[in-house]
């Protein structure tokens, strides 16, 4: 399957500051790479889908202007959390989604390893 | 993006004993897969079924696929203390959604 590397692995800040996540699918070209949130003993949240080349979707009640996405190439999505706050602390997973063939079923998501963000 | 229940939302076993879960949906999809995140970690792939399939092996773990229902379940047979993780559900519609995932401890 594919592999995704996430850097920083884990990240603390003070409030007020941003800090960014990469998130590099390292064995094939993602045009599409997706970006999660978890909290603790929670599932993961869909935050936004990066697109390389173009603008970044964003899920409902996502401020795309806090989360700032950027998919320079096709290995390479961005997240960027803008002036962090306490409430930002979670767990950000990054996804790529490895196709083969037409349809869709046997579409296949690999997650990234995670970064733990922690503000203060 | 959360579609999906598991069910239970907790399970406690006895290394050796069985496991199952189960994860029930609301909208058609194209596959299901389940995956294992161990505390503090990504999410791991473990296996994919289609909607057009009704079960599906590998190694110790065995899905099944009811779309009538909605419903799939995942079997871990043999539990090792390893396998203590949380695991969740994840349908392939036009997105991905995923359960609210079952946190499976094995007890050594």
């Known amino acids: 399957g594919a592999v995704v590397s996430q850097h920083p692995s884990w990240v603390i800040c003070k409030s007020g500051t941003s800090v960014k996540i990469e998130c590099r699918s390292l064995?094939?070209?993602?045009?599409?790479m997706f970006w999660y949130r978890q909290f603790p003993k929670q599932s993961l949240m869909l935050m936004a889908t990066s697109n390389e080349g173009s603008k970044a979707t964003y899920e409902q009640g996502v401020e795309k202007d806090k989360f700032l996405i950027n998919h320079a190439s096709l290995t390479l999505s961005t997240l960027t959390v803008t002036s962090a706050h306490p409430e930002d602390s979670s767990f950000y997973i990054c996804?790529?989604?490895?196709?083969?063939?037409?349809?869709?079923?046997?579409?296949?998501?690999?997650f990234g390893p995670g970064t733990r963000l922690t503000v203060l | 993006s959360q579609q999906g229940e598991e069910d239970p939302q907790a399970l406690s076993i006895q290394e050796g004993e069985n496991a199952t879960m189960n994860c029930s949906y609301k909208t058609s999809i194209n596959n299901l897969q389940w995956y294992r995140q161990n505390s503090g970690r990504g999410l791991v792939h473990l296996i994919l079924?289609?909607?057009?399939?009704r079960e599906k092996h590998s190694g110790r773990l065995r899905v099944t696929l009811d779309t009538s229902k909605k419903s799939s379940s995942l079997l871990i047979t043999a539990s090792r203390a390893a396998d203590t993780a949380s695991y969740f559900c994840a349908t392939r519609g036009n997105q991905f959604y995923f359960g609210t995932g079952t946190s499976l401890t094995v007890i050594p």
């Open positions: 079924i289609r909607s057009n399939e």
């Open positions: 996804s790529v989604i490895q196709t083969s063939g037409r349809h869709s079923s046997t579409d296949t998501q690999y």
């Open positions: 064995d094939f070209q993602a045009t599409t």
